[in-house]
């Protein structure tokens, strides 16, 4: 990996060398069965309909319309524009699986709009790098379908467990932003009074932007919630659901579809072929018996549990500051989840904790990818260490959520377990 190596090469390479040394060329089908049955999997196909969802909306004019009526509603409040801003990270969040969509997106509208009018260069860009990372962690998560399926969990149970921490981290950096601007009230000055010379009327009409987004988000989430539908046959709704919105917003041409496909299938072919590499890398690790090693090896270490679980955690944060979030999940998926099953927590649990650690990944120093999303689109005048400083305070605040978390666990556990009392039902 320090050398350069795609993922899918440094894993596959790995467990063909060892395949070859333990068991010689004839284990090589190995590779083959596992290919098949990876990439057949059926929760996977979620995969590519989640990612032509968020692929679809960005490109849809949704995101104007969001815009105006947070300016209208928001904007003469100290911080409003930054408060809004990160609401509507969280409303994409709800509708898209990956992080891009929601910092690209609010990155070309709103930053303009923030530095226009006096806002902080600080504020401006963390509120943005900070409210795209949502993407990972509110439902549908592509990164939490990669957990699901290295760990063995439920991709329904693991959507519904991020719900509440993910409203939870968007309201934990909204009042920040709230606080912050009320107690220095030149880092987001309200908008000038010209400006917001709006009607009653004007902002009710406004609020139509809410609805499309709202349904889609109910449509997704709230059947796999009741058992309707399973979380694939979920994507595909959201994905047609997305392409009739694009239809709606007179978006639609053979340039935006044949975009949104192409994207959608280099994304979908790099996380195959990660997995592909992830799953060979874990049939042998676990044949050799590094499994059982590492868990014996940390038992007898005699340490309390919850000082593992906090360890592990540190190795997520540093990890995240140097590796793409899918190569960590990768590498550390097979490693741990043993050990937190031995050690006697939920995994769901643990895997949200995971995925609020891939999270602040994106926007670590000094490989966090939003950071680098957040480059491409600020002015020649905000600098990277400017970019870097901004998000300080947002991974502080994204610890707190995961010591909140470790507490009390409900906040993860209580929404997926009464899905599972009413699917049962």
């Given at each position: ?8 090469f440094?894993?596959g390479?790995?467990?063909i060398?060892f ?6 060329p004839?284990?090589?089908?190995m ?11 059926y929760?996977?196909?979620a995969?590519?309909?989640f990612?032509?969802?968020?692929a679809?909306l960005?490109r ?6 969001l ?7 928001m ?7 930054a ?6 990270c969280a409303?994409?969040a709800?509708m898209a ?5 929601g910092?690209?997106?609010m990155?070309m509208i709103?930053l303009p ?12 860009v ?5 409210g ?9 998560s592509v990164?939490m379908?990669i957990y699901?399926?290295l760990a063995g ?14 409203v939870l981290?968007?309201g ?5 932003i709230g606080v ?5 009230p ?7 009074l ?5 009607t009653w ?5 406004s609020?139509r932007?809410?609805?499309?987004p709202?349904?889609l988000i109910?449509l997704?989430?709230g059947?796999?919630y ?9 994507a ?9 919105i694009?239809f709606?917003?007179?978006?639609f041409?053979l ?20 997995l592909l590499?992830a799953?060979?890398?874990s049939?042998?690790?676990t044949?050799?018996?590094?499994a059982d090693?590492?868990r014996e090896a940390?038992a ?11 360890g592990?955690q ?13 190569g960590?999940m ?7 989840v043993p050990?937190?099953?031995d050690?006697?927590?939920n995994p769901?649990?643990f895997?949200?904790?995971f ?6 990944g994106y926007?670590?120093p000094p490989f966090?990818?939003n950071l ?16 870097y400083r901004?998000?300080?305070?947002f991974v502080i ?8 978390m ?8 209580w929404l997926p377990?009464?899905?599972i ?5």
């Amino acid at each position: 990996m320090v050398l350069g190596l795609p993922l899918v090469f440094c894993f596959g390479g790995i467990s063909i060398l060892f395949i070859l040394l333990e068991w010689g060329p004839r284990a090589l089908y190995m590779i083959a069965t596992t290919g098949y049955s990876t990439w057949t999997e059926y929760i996977l196909i979620a995969v590519p309909l989640f990612v032509l969802m968020g692929a679809l909306l960005e490109r849809s004019g949704m995101a104007d319309d969001l815009y105006g009526a947070m300016y209208k509603w928001m904007g003469p409040l100290r911080g409003g524009l930054a408060m809004g801003t990160v609401a509507i990270c969280a409303v994409f969040a709800a509708m898209a699986g990956v992080s891009a969509v929601g910092t690209l997106t609010m990155g070309m509208i709103a930053l303009p709009a923030m530095l226009k009018r006096g806002y902080d260069k600080l504020i401006a860009v963390g509120s943005i790098s900070a409210g795209g990372t949502l993407g990972i962690l509110i439902p549908p998560s592509v990164i939490m379908i990669i957990y699901a399926s290295l760990a063995g969990e439920s991709v329904g149970a693991l959507f519904m467990g991020g719900v509440f921490p993910g409203v939870l981290i968007a309201g934990l950096f909204i009042a920040y932003i709230g606080v912050r601007s009320y107690l220095q009230p030149g880092l987001g000055p309200p908008v000038p009074l010209e400006e917001r010379m709006y009607t009653w009327r004007e902002r009710l009409i406004s609020l139509r932007a809410i609805v499309l987004p709202v349904i889609l988000i109910v449509l997704v989430l709230g059947l796999i919630y009741v058992g309707v539908t399973t979380p694939t046959e979920a994507a595909g709704l959201g994905a047609f659901g997305a392409l009739v919105i694009v239809f709606i917003y007179r978006r639609f041409s053979l340039q935006t579809l044949n975009s949104s496909l192409m994207t959608t299938l280099r994304i979908t072919c790099m996380v195959m072929w990660i997995l592909l590499g992830a799953k060979c890398f874990s049939h042998v690790y676990t044949a050799l018996g590094a499994a059982d090693f590492v868990r014996e090896a940390i038992a007898g270490l005699g340490l309390n549990r919850w000082i593992i679980v906090i360890g592990m955690q540190l190795v997520l944060l540093v990890l995240g500051m140097f590796m793409d979030p899918g190569g960590i999940m990768v590498i550390c998926t097979p490693v741990f989840v043993p050990i937190i099953l031995d050690l006697g927590f939920n995994p769901i649990w643990f895997g949200i904790l995971f995925t609020i650690n891939m999270e602040m990944g994106y926007v670590t120093p000094p490989f966090g990818f939003n950071l680098f999303y957040m480059k491409s689109l600020v002015p020649p005048g905000i600098t990277m260490g400017d970019i870097y400083r901004s998000i300080v305070p947002f991974v502080i605040l994204e610890a707190v959520a995961i010591g909140l978390m470790m507490l009390f666990p409900e906040i993860v556990l209580w929404l997926p377990g009464q899905m599972i009392q009413v699917a049962g039902g």
